[in-house]
Nanobody, 119 residues
Framework: QVQLVESGGGLVQAGGSLRLSCAAS????????MNWYRQAPGKQRELVAA???????NYADSVKGRFTISRDNAKSTVALQMNSLKPDDTAVYYC?????????????WGQGTQVTVSS
């Protein structure tokens, strides 16, 4: 059973930086898309950033220019560098690996890591 494990969350002041990392506990290959989602209290989970196995990236408008997603295909890991953090970035952040096949898509999720940005 493959499990994703996030690390790097914590408490930071506004304007600060954090780097989140995500790794798989078991063997997992051919990951089409690696994503970072976040969920703030009382809000729906939202996509923050995505990176394909070809290296194409996509970001939520609210984090463009501040966050950078990167992946290491050899290690099946993904990272999210978060700069110029704002209190609105406070949320639980989840990594997600999505694999496409002829049968459809399969998702793997991490347990989440808390990011708290103080004003």
């Amino acid at each position: 059973q493959v499990q994703l494990v996030e690390s790097g969350g914590g408490l930071v002041q506004a304007g600060g930086s954090l780097r989140l990392s995500c790794a798989a506990s078991g063997s997992i290959v051919s990951i089409n898309v690696m994503n970072w989602y976040r969920q703030a209290p009382g809000k729906q989970r939202e996509l923050v950033a995505a990176v394909t196995n070809g290296g194409s990236t996509n970001y939520a408008d609210s984090v463009k220019g501040r966050f950078t997603i990167s992946r290491d295909n050899a290690k099946s890991t993904v990272a999210l560098q978060m700069n110029s953090l704002k209190p609105d970035d406070t949320a639980v952040y989840y990594c997600n690996y999505r694999i496409f096949s002829a049968l459809g898509s399969r998702d793997y999720w991490g347990q989440g890591t808390q990011v708290t940005v103080s004003s």
